[in-house]
T-cell receptor, first 115, second 114 residues
Framework: ELKVEQNPLFLSMQEGKNYTIYCNYSTTSDRLYWYRQDPGKSLESLFVLLSNGAVKQEGRLMASLDTKARLSTLHITAAVHDLSATYFCAVDVSYYGGSQGNLIFGKGTKLSVKP | NAGVTQTPKFQVLKTGQSMTLQCAQDMNHNSMYWYRQDPGMGLRLIYYSASEGTTDKGEVPNGYNVSRLNKREFSLRLESAAPSQTSVYFC?????????????FGAGSRLTVL
């Protein structure tokens, strides 16, 4: 069974602190996506990681991918309130048989940044 | 610059009623998807269409049917709604090929079945 596991599922941080969200997956893939969802809104693409060792950064967020360990991380630096949202990772299994064209999502990490 | 458009945004049904959720994209994407989102469950794939003329079941297809009407449109039908189908439904599309293949989502349709 294909699994994408995020942890933690809930994260309460203080402004200015650093933290990392982890995304482990159980199948072969070299394409991983991070999305952000604000309450009551749709999902917005944050990062696309297309190869082993890929690292992408945008503002206070940095994502990385280790395909050998089947692990992606989303690191938050000096958190601010505006980063409060739910973050999803999604693994692309399109090119490895099974369900062609399929992305499998983790359950999401709900981040709350408090003053 | 519409992207992915879903209708309706909100719907209340009684158990046993039928309805169709409509989705259209204007980005010339070849693949389209329907997901449902429930609290604590993340997004689960209901059906997808890898290209025009093809549809396939995802993780939770029971109780749903789909139609890929043309390259732009992909509809989701509930033939006999059940309370377990109360959820937020997202349509998404992407171009599958070389490159990033990022999924673009619609705004969502909130469905309540009484």
């Amino acid at each position: 069974e294909l699994k994408v596991e995020q942890n933690p599922l809930f994260l309460s941080m203080q402004e200015g602190k650093n933290y990392t969200i982890y995304c482990n997956y159980s199948t072969t893939s070299d394409r991983l996506y991070w999305y952000r969802q604000d309450p009551g809104k749709s999902l917005e693409s944050l990062f696309v990681l297309l190869s082993n060792g890929a690292v992408k950064q945008e503002g206070r967020l940095m994502a990385s991918l280790d395909t050998k360990a089947r692990l992606s991380t989303l690191h938050i630096t000096a958190a601010v309130h505006d980063l409060s949202a739910t973050y999803f990772c999604a693994v692309d299994v399109s090119y490895y048989g099974g369900s062609q064209g399929n992305l499998i999502f983790g359950k999401g990490t709900k981040l709350s940044v408090k003053p | 610059n519409a992207g992915v458009t879903q209708t309706p945004k909100f719907q209340v049904l009684k158990t046993g009623q039928s309805m169709t959720l409509q989705c259209a994209q204007d980005m010339n994407h070849n693949s389209m998807y329907w997901y449902r989102q429930d609290p604590g469950m993340g997004l689960r794939l209901i059906y997808y269409s890898a290209s025009e003329g093809t549809t396939d079941k995802g993780e939770v297809p029971n109780g749903y049917n789909v139609s890929r009407l043309n390259k732009r449109e992909f509809s989701l039908r509930l033939e006999s709604a059940a309370p377990s189908q109360t959820s937020v439904y997202f349509c998404a599309s992407r171009y599958r090929g070389a490159g990033a293949n990022v999924l673009t989502f619609g705004a969502g349709s909130r469905l309540t079945v009484l």
